[in-house]
């Protein structure tokens, strides 16, 4: 990558970090960070694991696609890795941040379009396990929790919405994505005139993507089974996260009732997907999970600020990392 392109990622990454951090109030946090004690260097330490998952998932797509090309190393895929995460929480829309980003990075190592093909069925991946987790969970919340009419109502409302999020992407996968994509942008106010032109401009390229995003997924399905196996675990050890920071309050906290508070919290955070670090929704999330599980409000503050934290710490990790050079 070249060196202003690592070098803009790096202070717009920076930049952003710096405005969260200084909307941090660090009295409080201190106070919860302490109160923690080594559960919470548990749960920073947890996500040094959690992106050895993302990184597999990734790993397996490139090499899966072309196995003699792709002189891709593990953990220089787990770098990368992180750091694209680093950007995605940092950036409003999510994946606008970190998916050009890894692109950049892949496309001396493999060209542009398998770049770009590897990366948006890596993201599709990620997104479409978020869809099975939410799935199960609601399978979860009926063989643990009472169900009432209200909860009913939400539970079948997100249970169509799982089934219509899983139907489109294994579209994607047969057919790809790229194209479907940029369609769908060229619907939105403000952009859709910008998409146009994109797509006419880029049709060529996007065909191409899409063409090789069916036949990386058409290749091999145990491949493909492999990483969203990989992502969607990936998930439900992240709920330990939560189950940690639990234990502080109470030693009788539930791992399973951690998997629905994660579960509740990161599809209303998603709904949020503008917003940096999904400030607000997240937070938002975590006390209203936590009371419809009547935990008290104060676990939900301290689930939710101890989590930020962590956000915080491994983005600037990320952000670290993007300044090491690529040997030769």
């Known amino acids: 990558m070249k060196e202003k392109y690592r070098n803009a990622f790096f202070l717009f990454g920076l930049a952003v970090l710096a405005i969260m951090v200084w909307q941090l109030d660090f009295r409080e946090a201190w106070r919860h960070i302490r109160e923690a004690g080594y559960w919470f260097i548990a749960v920073v330490v ?17 090499h899966n696609g072309w196995p003699r090309k792709a002189e891709v190393g593990f953990w220089w ?45 890596f993201a599709m991946t990620h997104i479409f396990s978020h869809f099975w987790f939410w799935l199960l969970s609601v399978a979860l919340y ?16 997100t249970t169509a919405f799982c089934l219509l999020g899983i139907w489109f992407f294994i579209a994607g ?3 790809g994505l790229a194209v479907r ?7 939105l106010p403000f952009i859709k005139s910008w998409a146009h032109r ?11 993507i899409d063409r090789q995003i069916a036949a990386l997924h058409g290749q091999n399905p145990r491949t493909f089974v492999m990483a969203v196996l990989s992502e969607l675990s990936c998930r439900i050890v992240s709920a330990l996260e939560i189950y940690f920071i639990l234990r502080v309050l109470s030693p009788d906290a ?35 999970s936590a009371r419809g599980l009547s935990l008290t409000t104060d676990a939900g ?28």
């Open 46 to 62: 947890l996500w040094a694991w959690l992106y050895v998952h993302n990184t597999f998932s990734w790993y397996i797509i490139i």
């Open 77 to 121: 895929l787990y770098r990368i890795t992180v750091s694209g995460f680093a950007l995605n929480y940092a950036t409003p829309g999510g994946l606008m941040g970190g998916e050009p980003y890894r692109i950049m990075a892949l496309k001396p190592k493999i060209g542009t379009e398998r770049a770009s093909a590897s990366v948006i069925l």
């Open 142 to 157: 009926i063989a643990i929790q009472p169900v009432n009419v209200l909860m009913g109502i939400i539970l079948a409302a």
């Open 173 to 175: 996968y047969r057919k």
């Open 181 to 187: 994509a940029m369609t769908l942008l060229g619907h």
């Open 198 to 208: 994109f797509i006419n401009k880029h049709r060529e390229q996007l065909d191409n």
């Open 254 to 288: 539930s791992y399973l009732n951690s998997i629905l508070i994660l579960a509740f919290t990161s599809l209303f955070a998603n709904m949020l997907f503008f917003m940096p670090l999904q400030l607000g929704g997240r937070e938002g999330g975590f006390l209203m």
């Open 301 to 328: 503050i301290m689930v939710a600020l101890l989590v930020r934290i962590r956000e915080l710490i491994w983005t600037a990790i990320g952000l670290l990392l993007i300044r090491i050079k690529d040997k030769g």
